[in-house]
């Protein structure tokens, strides 16, 4: 093995000039020119011997003698020093075109020196540069041609072998020219393409080398640190630059637990991003942002980008690169507290600030002015939305805007008023807009816009001008009379001012006169009134209180009219005293009290005569009135109860009870019947209380006799007992006589039917379509009569079905019905769906009648236009077989899913749908008999789902 490696590193030195390995072209094609020596020196040494014998046996020592020289020729070329590399290819490559030419003329044109030729070709094309290679296609095509030419003359003809012929010597040449020149062309093709792969593997590796020490410099050296931890957060590795960052040496670093050093609140955060970058290896993923303990026992925090790569050997670890950014964190705290505090500066105020770039879109805005548009507009903005787009407001509004907005960006500064209609989304609204025009660098790059609602100013304007406006009709137009009065210090009284409505009062008086002197007023008063109204002035002039009276006057024909004056007085410098106020004709108010008083007195002669107890209260529980019949029952007085809260009598431990009757009362709104114990007198009372506006009216009468009974009622109940089994024994009788009732009520009916169609054929002739129609309305009414009575039988007989259980095959059963309904769902085209249905107990008719019912009503209320489908499914659960009957038909509003259970309720005129209103109440009898429940699903014209269920244990 060594004699080996000595012979190829001997070989490899000489041929190629170094036994090391290469990485250009060049190299690798000496490489391949001395691993070439290196096999075949062996090979021709082994063989040389024999060949040489065989050469002399067969009388060519020619041959003999070209296989000693080519074999001393490689030896030379293999061994020799101070050779050139090129030397030993060109000595090789010329020795072996001689052996060539000798095998060709010795053994023929078929023989083994055409593949040598080709063979030196190819050795060319590997071991020299390409116009070399070109060269040994030249020189096999001269030897060919001029071998071809020497046996078309007929001067060589190979002497061992076949004699040449002319046609297949060309035939022959022609081919390997054509093979030399073809591998002449391709292989150095392969060689380019191999040379820029090896040019290009050498330059990576050049730049490899460059980035790994460029790398490692960084690393060593840089403001980040790098440090690779194990997958339980262990560090193994860790950069120099440590030292500069936290402190620490690389050593002290290492002997930590990772988790000593970062801040306890965000170490889960740290392991958390480990974990990702467990689950994704060789993925860089953003760390988390943490804070690391310093040497000098201060925090800082770090960023970092942590990547998985325990599978790379070189590495084995999690690769965390993390910087110091501590003072960015510190920056960004104290900028996000200097944007909240403007934020905060801006938003505390309910005045619009928003600023916008000269392309309409919004820079920044406070929280009014977002709230405002999206009030208006339905408009979410944000910094860097377009302000106006044209999707959110009308035309003219943006035309008025965009104006604007071009003013102010055009550089001017200005004020307007905006008012922005009502719309679906905001009321009416007035606002003040100051425009300012932003400068950088004397140019104008945006508008910053400060608005205040005036809404309230301008409503306030707004009503103030209808109130004076409204003030104006109603001096003028209503039927009371606004005045002012005066009396000066020596007694003059006088109207300055009166409204128009003095006219529609006392139409007889002379405005214009009163305005100078009042005489003419107070001579219309009536007698009985004059001394009362002259005192009720003078008391309010002497003590300046407000004047307040009803007296009466006259007109010019003895119509008596009541008034009532209220006015306020003032007192002048000059001692005259102004009264300011109106007068009211209450003519008609008066009428009404004297009536309503006649009235009331009507109604106390009947509370007083009736035989019940009578109260009322008001809104405040306050008792307004007080019958006798109350005082009698009650034992208290009216002149003490009335005006009293009527728990300062009534506050035992049983008011509770009572005061929340009649809290319910005045709540709903509804009447409310109870019975109650009144416990001073231990007396009870049978109540019934009323809403009367925003109070309570209240009837009682004693019952203790009643109540008394009932107790002795409750003590005999083991007797009641025995009654209730009478009575059951007695309901059982009753169901039988209901049932033979029920079949003897047909007989008339059906005597009635049977007349009156008798009636209508015999007297038709006589009829007219009055009496015809009375004749169809009565059988009509007689046939559903019918109708009803015999759904009561079945009605009455759904408690009795469940009697017998049995198995029953529900598919069997769906079957049967199948086949009962046939004709309507042949008639409607209707499908009837159902399939592996469970067994179950029941009783079998009372089932059978169930499902009838509920297929019958998707058949009924099916859609006019729409094929009916109807879907029956069922489950098994651990108590219950519950199933489902849904359809695609009319469907049923929600508010009436209750209303349909009842016993003859119906939701559609019988014009419309069939029936008299009692087969689901016939279902939910048969369910309930069978310890189960039923309930729907269904909204109008969207089918209804019919689901119940059947108890497994119907003992």
């Not at 691993?35 to 002399?56: N, Q």
């Not at 005061?659 to 009144?678: H, L, M, W």
């Amino acid at each position: 093995m060594n004699l080996w490696k000595k012979y190829k590193e001997t070989v490899r030195k000489n041929c190629s000039g170094s036994s090391d390995a290469v990485l250009d072209l060049p190299g690798w094609r000496n490489r391949l020119f001395a691993d070439l020596i290196l096999y075949i020196l062996p090979f021709s040494l082994i063989a040389l011997i024999p060949g040489v014998s065989i050469s002399l046996d067969t009388g060519v020592p020619l041959i003999a003698l070209a296989d000693t020289v080519t074999v001393i020729s490689v030896l030379i070329i293999a061994f020799s020093r101070g050779l050139s590399v090129e030397l030993r290819k060109s000595l090789f490559v010329f020795v072996c075109y001689v052996l060539a030419v000798v095998l060709l003329y010795y053994l023929g044109i078929f023989g083994v020196g055409l593949l040598y030729l080709l063979a030196i070709t190819l050795v060319t094309i590997l071991i020299f540069s390409q116009w070399i290679s070109f060269l040994s296609v030249v020189i096999n095509a001269a030897l060919c041609t001029l071998l071809g030419l020497l046996i078309h003359w007929k001067i060589l003809n190979a002497p061992i072998t076949i004699p040449f012929s002319f046609a297949s010597s060309i035939a022959v040449f022609s081919n390997l020219i054509f093979l030399s020149a073809l591998f002449t062309v391709l292989v150095p093709m392969l060689f380019n393409g191999l040379q820029k792969i090896i040019s290009e593997q050498n330059q990576l590796q050049k730049e490899l080398s460059e980035n790994e020490k460029r790398f490692r410099s960084l690393v060593e050296n840089g403001t980040d640190a790098v440090a690779i931890l194990t997958a339980d957060i262990r560090p193994i590795y860790v950069s120099p630059s440590i030292k500069r960052i936290l402190g620490y040496s690389e050593d002290e670093f290492l002997q930590f637990e990772l988790v000593t050093l970062v801040y306890p609140e965000d170490w889960p955060g740290v392991q958390k991003s480990i974990g990702r970058a467990l689950a994704n290896p060789g993925i860089p993923l953003p760390g988390c942002t943490s804070r690391l303990l310093h040497k000098n026992g201060t925090w800082r925090w770090f960023e970092s980008t942590v990547t998985n790569l325990i599978h790379e050997p070189s590495i084995a670890g999690i690769v965390d690169n993390f910087r110091d950014i501590t003072e960015r964190m510190e920056a960004e705290t104290h900028k996000e507290f200097e944007r909240r505090d403007k934020e905060a500066l801006i938003n505390s105020t309910n005045d619009l600030i928003w600023s916008v770039g000269k392309d309409l879109r919004l820079i920044a805005a406070n929280q009014p002015f977002t709230r405002s548009v999206e009030r208006y507009a339905g408009l979410t903005l944000k910094p860097g939305d377009h302000i106006l787009p044209d999707d959110f407001f009308p035309e003219d509004f943006l035309t008025l805007w965009k104006g604007y907005y071009n003013r102010a960006l055009d550089g001017e500064n200005f004020m307007t008023e905006i008012h922005t209609p009502k719309n679906p989304n905001s009321e009416e609204s007035w606002s003040e807009i100051t425009f300012g025009p932003i400068y950088n660098e004397d140019k104008v790059f945006a508008v910053v816009c400060y608005g205040r609602v005036t809404t309230d100013r301008k409503i306030a304007e707004e009503k103030l001008k209808q109130s004076h406006e409204f003030l104006q009709k109603i001096t003028e137009n209503v039927p009371a009379a606004l005045y002012q009065f005066e009396i000066n210090p020596e007694g003059k009284r006088r109207f300055p001012f009166m409204s128009k409505g003095l006219q529609f009062i006392l139409p007889d008086l002379n405005v214009q006169s009163v305005k100078e002197d009042a005489t003419s007023a107070f001579e219309k008063v009536h007698p009985d009134d004059a001394l009362k109204l002259q005192t009720s002035i003078e008391d309010s002039r002497e003590n300046l209180t407000d004047w307040d009276l009803e007296y009466r006057t006259f007109t010019s024909n003895g119509r008596v009219v009541w008034l009532k004056g209220s006015s306020h007085p003032e007192k002048k410098e000059d001692g005259t005293v102004v009264w300011y106020g109106y007068l009211m004709d209450i003519t008609e108010r008066k009428k009404q009290e004297q009536e309503l008083a006649e009235f009331n007195e009507k109604k106390v002669s009947i509370l007083e005569s009736i035989q019940d107890g009578f109260y009322s209260l008001d809104k405040e529980d306050t008792v307004t009135y007080w019958n006798s019949e109350a005082e009698r029952l009650l034992g208290v007085k009216r002149e003490w109860i009335l005006g009293k809260k009527i728990y300062e009598f009534y506050n035992n431990e049983a008011s509770s009870r009572f005061y929340s009757q009649i809290g319910a009362v005045r709540n709903t709104k509804q009447p409310a019947r109870f019975q109650e114990q009144y416990f001073p007198s231990e007396r009870w009372y049978d109540v019934a209380a009323f809403p009367l506006g925003d109070g309570l009216t209240v009837y009682f009468k004693e019952i203790t006799n009643l109540k008394n009974a009932e107790n002795q009622l409750k003590a005999a109940n083991s007797d009641l007992e025995q009654k209730n089994m009478e009575l059951a024994v007695s309901n059982k009788e009753l169901e039988q006589f209901a049932y033979i009732a029920s079949h003897d009520l047909q007989e008339p009916l059906r005597m009635v039917t049977s007349f009156l169609s008798k009636i209508e054929e015999k007297y038709e002739p006589l009829l007219d379509d009055k009496g015809k129609k009375y004749i169809y309305l009565a059988v009509d009414g007689a046939t559903r009569m019918r109708q009803i009575i015999l759904d009561l039988l079945e009605y009455s007989r759904a408690g009795k079905m469940i009697d017998n259980l049995t198995q029953v095959n529900v598919n069997e059963l769906l079957a049967d019905i199948q086949v009962l309904y046939r004709e309507i769902i042949q008639e409607k085209g209707a499908v009837l769906k159902f399939d592996s249905l469970p067994i179950i107990i029941g009783a079998k008719p009372a089932i059978h009648q169930l499902f009838r019912n509920l297929i019958g009503n998707s058949l009924k209320y099916s859609k006019e236009n729409e094929k009916p489908v109807i879907l029956i499914t069922g489950k098994e659960t651990p108590t219950h077989f519950q199933f489902s009957v849904e359809d695609n038909g009319i469907g049923i509003d929600p508010q009436f899913f209750e209303k349909i259970f009842v016993l003859f309720q119906r939701l559609h005129d019988k014009s419309e749908y069939s029936g008299t209103g009692i087969g689901l109440s016939i279902c939910k009898k048969i369910i309930e008999r069978h310890k189960g429940e039923i309930w729907l699903d269904s909204s109008e014209n969207k089918g209804t789902v019919f689901n119940f269920t059947i108890s497994k244990d119907l003992s």
